[in-house]
């Protein structure tokens, strides 16, 4: 559910954890000064408390006169990407197993050769 205007503007972003504030606002500074910031991956905090792995692509926002007016920020959910990268390790894993030891003694049990009638 998508938050409403009164629950963000005029207040700190809510999504950012406790720990990770300061070099959060770190990195939009640099872009608003200049630094681009592509493709960083930082962890944000879900409304429910929870957290999700995102990218983001951060870069100022200049008038025209060139002066710079604020950043714009991009934020590109990576939950899809990383579920596809723990499966893919998960399945490369497998393929590098050794063959388990019971299957390289058991045998199909052979079929008796029908008699002809003849």
Known sequence: MAGTAAEVLGKPLPNIPEGQKQDFYALLKSASNGKPQNGLEVSLLKKDGSSIDVWLWAARVRDAGGQ???????????????????????????????????????????????????
């Not at 596809?84 to 003694?105: C, G, S, V």
Request: charged share 35%; glycine share 6%; hydrophobic share 30%.
């Open 68 to 118: 710079t007016v604020g950043s714009i920020n991009i934020f590109s959910d990576l939950s899809e990407r990383k579920r596809i990268e723990e499966e893919r390790q998960k399945l490369a894993a497998m393929k590098d197993m050794e063959e388990p030891f019971w299957a390289r003694y058991v045998s199909p049990p052979k079929t008796p050769k029908k008699k002809g009638s003849g």
